[in-house]
């Protein structure tokens, strides 16, 4: 006996297939205008939630502030290595300029709460998974991007983030510059078992 599906289920399977990670500088434009922009922010707004404490924000880097960026990406650098040298910081400094549209995952980890923080880090993860999938659905490419700066304090600073938030990565919204064929994944038998 076949099982039937809700209507759109093989499209939408389909189309979670087809999605891939692309790095930040194979995104162009055009990217998402806000009301597209709107929609896969609030696709995020979906994700499972323990104690509905919202434990997550995103921040929008938009085009004007991203020399912002780049300077704490190069300050960064810097930091860990005083010898760089001019072309590693313009590498750097470049880095902020890559996906027409730029966001930063926030964890929000508030003290007080009886909800782990793996578990906010979850409802996080899945929000992240929403709005790359409903990016797709929408006809963008998506990548995610992190790194050491993520943990500078210029970086701290420049979000303005509170003594109990994380920045955990960047989403990068676009349109693949090239298209990627799809990587072997896994038979479910893989990561599948029962008890």
């Not at 289920?9 to 930040?24: E, G, H, P, V």
């Not at 300050?75 to 930063?104: I, M, W, Y």
């Not at 943990?151 to 938030?165: C, I, K, P, Q, W």
């Not at 298209?179 to 038998?189: C, F, G, I, N, T």
Request: net charge neutral; with cysteine; glycine share 8%.
């Amino acid at each position: 006996m076949q099982t039937e599906y809700p209507a759109g289920a093989d499209d939408f399977l389909t189309i979670l297939a087809a999605r891939r990670n692309y790095t930040l500088r194979r995104l162009v434009a055009p990217g998402p205008d806000d009301a597209a922009l709107r929609r896969i922010v609030e696709a995020g707004a979906q994700a499972p939630d323990h104690g509905l404490l919202r434990p997550w924000r995103f921040i929008l880097i938009p085009q004007n502030k991203r020399h912002l960026l780049g300077d704490v990406f190069a300050a960064a650098v810097l930091a860990r290595d005083p010898a760089c040298g001019d072309e590693a910081l313009a590498t750097a400094h470049d880095k902020a300029l890559r996906a027409p549209c730029l966001l930063v995952a926030v964890l929000c980890d508030e003290p007080g709460t009886i909800i782990p923080a793996h578990e906010k880090l979850v409802s996080l993860g899945c929000a992240i998974q929403n709005m790359l999938v409903a990016a797709q659905l929408l006809g963008f490419a998506s990548g995610l991007a992190s790194g050491a700066a993520m943990d500078f304090g210029g970086m701290r600073t420049l979000l303005g983030l509170d003594a109990h938030e994380q920045a955990i990565c960047f989403i990068g919204l676009g349109t693949a510059s090239t298209v990627k064929a799809p990587r072997v994944r896994p038979d479910v038998s893989q990561f599948l078992s029962s008890l």
